[in-house]
């Protein structure tokens, strides 16, 4: 099992167990200020059973529970930044026998303090059992507006991976003006791995005619696929750049394993680039310090646009 502040994950039933996750969420719940939680799961098979368990948890606790179902994780984070706090059932590109356990607090992932807390899997103090709710999400309404309309219609193809991308992605690509065709949108049929930054994208890339889009298991990462070639991570940060730049966005923050070519555009531009250590959590944290308002991942196509979500968006970067 690992664990950091980018989550809880290991092989559900091998070095993950439900106690694992009782203790976590248990820990989790002495960081919920308001009495709420949103919760949202990928498409993993273990999926549901760990929801039952956060969802009972934190009602034990007395958190009011707001159950989105199976979501991306950038709508759980959006959803999470209405709330207050959210957790997503997810291990992201790792294989599909893994899962785990993200925490959010404040619209974004926990500290290395708040992990401490969540580690000691003890609650302070209990009150009365919370209740739990259907929740439903603006996520896209709140993109769409982010993005603006499409000139004139593009033709796109959407592999979903088997991910919980099924049920935003598609959407949010026709709102914005996309004729848009989907491939491998069940998990048991899905004709390739997780994490489409590894993978050949062998079917995107054939049945792509002009731009493809391929989602990992929780849509936080996204790869593109240009007339019939995969691209490199690095170009889906890169155009989320472009865009942020065309926003009027000039703070960045970029991992150091992400192109130099995206921070000379930036510089280029008028803008300025931080470099943080390498993983999601340790980009936001220099967003935060240095009042950044956009960041990313060249490693695994992740771009950040901290006025929408303070994490990974692929859903969001798909559009912009």
């Not at 159950?67 to 991306?72: D, Q």
């Not at 303090?113 to 709710?133: H, P, Q, T, Y």
């Not at 935060?288 to 196509?301: C, F, L, M, Q, V």
Request: glycine residues 12%.
């Amino acid at each position: 099992m690992k664990i950091s502040i980018s989550g809880v994950r290991g092989v559900y039933g091998k070095n993950f167990f439900p106690k694992d996750v009782i203790k976590f969420c248990d820990g989790f719940s002495n960081l919920i200020k308001n009495g709420k939680c949103v919760i949202g799961r990928d498409t993993r098979t273990t999926g549901e059973m760990i929801e039952k368990l956060v969802s009972a948890t934190l009602l034990e606790r007395g958190i009011d529970v707001h159950n989105l179902g199976i979501a991306p994780t950038p709508v759980v984070f959006r959803k999470a930044k209405e709330i207050g706090a959210g957790i997503i059932i997810t291990s992201s590109h790792n294989p599909l026998e893994w899962n785990g356990l993200k925490f959010i607090i404040d619209g974004r992932g926990i500290t290395l303090d708040e992990l401490e807390i969540v580690k000691n899997g003890k609650n302070l103090k209990r009150s009365a059992i919370g209740k739990e709710f259907i929740s439903e999400s603006n996520y896209i309404s709140d993109a769409v507006n982010i993005i603006g309309k499409l000139n004139k219609t593009q033709q796109v193809t959407v592999d979903i991976g088997g991910g919980a991308a099924k049920t935003v992605a598609p959407k949010l690509l026709h709102e914005i003006g996309c004729q848009v065709e989907t491939i491998n949108d069940e998990l048991d049929k899905c004709s390739r791995g997780p994490d489409p930054t590894a993978d050949e994208l062998v079917d995107l890339v054939s049945k792509t005619k002009n731009l493809g889009f391929a989602f990992d298991l929780d849509s936080d990462r996204v790869i593109l696929v240009i007339n019939g070639k995969k691209k490199s991570s690095d170009i889906t940060l890169g155009l989320g750049v472009v865009k942020a730049i065309k926003l009027g966005i000039k703070k960045f923050v970029l991992s150091l394993d992400s192109s130099l070519a995206v921070e000379k555009y930036i510089i280029k531009h008028g803008g300025q680039v931080w470099r943080s250590k390498v993983g999601e959590a340790n980009v936001i944290q220099m967003m935060i310090e240095n009042n950044a308002e956009a960041g990313g991942e060249g490693s695994s196509g992740g771009f950040i646009l901290k006025e929408f979500n303070m994490c990974r968006d692929g859903l969001l970067t798909s559009g912009l």
